[in-house]
């Protein structure tokens, strides 16, 4: 039971590190900057198994993660953009109230290249995205690791667009793609997101996000006790839902805060928490 929970809580902290990435589906612009911090706190107090079904961590356990993020991007012209994300991670685990474990570190970061292969009518966008991940951290003595400790790639391709005629500036992102870590046991990892959003006035905007992830490895995942070879899961999925509500301050600055839920999964932790973060661009 308790290498489980470890499968659980490790894998919650690795996505949360990286779900904050759906800002790249539009151009940023030639020589334009595109900023957004982001913070995101995640409570679970139990995990999916490996059948799907749901159930509590022992002793009133519970697994809370705060995510801090800076999501960016330059436009070098109107068909590339530079994009990267620098993620710092404070993970703690608490039973029967009292907190036995705890990390604060830098997470796994990102760095890559968005190229636009079309622009439908200037209103509707198609990319692809190659990034490099990067593990910020080394020989952390803790089980709950900020990511999977290796280099890995990215690649994506994504479609996002606006309407300008039927259901006018209601706006779409949808992307899918893979994440390969270069450790013996990968993992191999397959996403999809999909964000729809509504206008409502000239200044605020509603949306709601899709997120689907499924990891699969390569070898065995074994359970250990020496401090620096801690078990992480590899092999998992779920299915995630969020809303966001968004308010544009003047047309470079946006604020926005959403909250989330797990609505199923294997081998994951099964939660919920909400995020604030600002849009910004110059």
């Known amino acids: 039971m308790k ?3 470890l499968k659980s809580l490790l894998t919650v902290a690795l996505f949360v590190t990286m779900q904050q990435e759906s800002f790249a589906g539009f151009p940023i612009g030639s020589g334009r900057w595109l900023l957004v911090p982001t913070y995101t706190h995640y409570t679970a107090d ?3 198994k490996p059948d799907g079904t749901s159930t509590n ?22 068909d590339w953009d530079l994009v990267f994300n ?6 703690t685990y608490s039973t029967n109230g009292v907190q036995t474990e705890q990390l604060s570190a830098m997470g796994d970061a990102k760095i890559g290249l968005t190229y ?3 622009h439908y009518d200037y209103t509707k966008h198609l990319s692809v995205t190659g990034s490099l991940i990067i593990p910020l951290y080394d020989n952390l003595q803790t089980q709950l690791l900020p990511g999977l400790g290796s280099v890995g790639i990215e690649a994506k391709i994504g479609f996002a667009g606006t309407n300008t005629k039927s259901m006018k500036n209601v706006y779409y992102d949808l992307e899918g793609g893979f994440r390969n870590y270069f450790s013996s046991t990968g993992p191999f990892v397959f996403f999809a997101n999909a964000t729809v959003g509504v206008p409502l006035g000239e200044d605020w905007k509603i949306s709601g996000t899709l997120n689907y992830v499924s990891s699969s490895s390569g070898g ?8 620096y070879n801690p078990y992480i899961n590899k092999d998992y999925s779920y299915l995630r839902g969020s809303l966001a509500l968004g308010r544009r301050l003047d047309r ?3 604020l926005y805060a959403s909250i989330f839920r797990d609505f199923n999964g294997t081998n994951i932790g099964q939660g919920q928490g909400f995020s604030v973060f600002a849009v910004i661009k110059f």
Do not use: C, E, H, K
Request: charged share 10%; proline share 2%; hydrophobic share 30%.
């Open 57 to 78: 961590f022992d002793n009133n356990g519970q697994f809370q993660s705060d995510y801090f993020g800076l999501y960016g991007g330059y436009g070098i012209d109107r």
């Open 116 to 118: 636009f292969l079309n």
């Open 252 to 254: 470079n600055i946006s």
């Open 86 to 91: 620098l993620p710092y991670v404070t993970n």
């Open 3 to 5: 290498n489980r929970i």
């Open 220 to 227: 065995t995942n074994v359970s250990t006790s020496a401090i």
């Open 46 to 48: 139990g995990y999916w």
